[in-house]
């Protein structure tokens, strides 16, 4: 496997990870959206201290993913019973382009 340590500071701390090498830029992004997000928490609520920013952010981006993995399904779901209608009206023309053949 292609690994890279690097480091990354999430509420002004900072944390080694090793990661695939591929796995880069998405995570580096991903920490500077949770701290973009931060900021925004910390300008406009009250807050003891970075845990309880972090909560919310936490909060906030798995209600966000489970959003995301819904509209997925949902839009699987009907994708799914789209393809099957094209499949059927697909197998009912061959069907009857075979009976016209014979």
């Known amino acids: 496997m292609d690994e890279l340590t690097i480091s990354v500071i999430i509420a002004e701390r900072p944390y080694r990870l090793t990661i695939k090498r591929e ?3 998405i995570i580096r992004k ?7 997000t931060i900021k925004q928490y910390s300008e406009s609520f009250a807050y ?9 952010v936490a909060l906030e981006q798995t209600t ?9 399904k949902k839009s699987n779901k009907t994708l799914n ?3 099957v209608l094209i499949d059927e ?3 009912k023309n061959l069907t009857e382009e075979k009976s016209h053949v014979l």
């Open 30 to 36: 991903a920490a500077n959206e949770i701290n973009r």
């Open 48 to 56: 003891n201290d970075k845990q309880d920013l972090l909560a919310m």
């Open 81 to 83: 019973e789209k393809l």
């Open 89 to 91: 009206l697909l197998s």
């Open 64 to 72: 966000n993913a489970l959003k995301k993995e819904i509209e997925n």
């Open 23 to 25: 796995e880069e830029e």
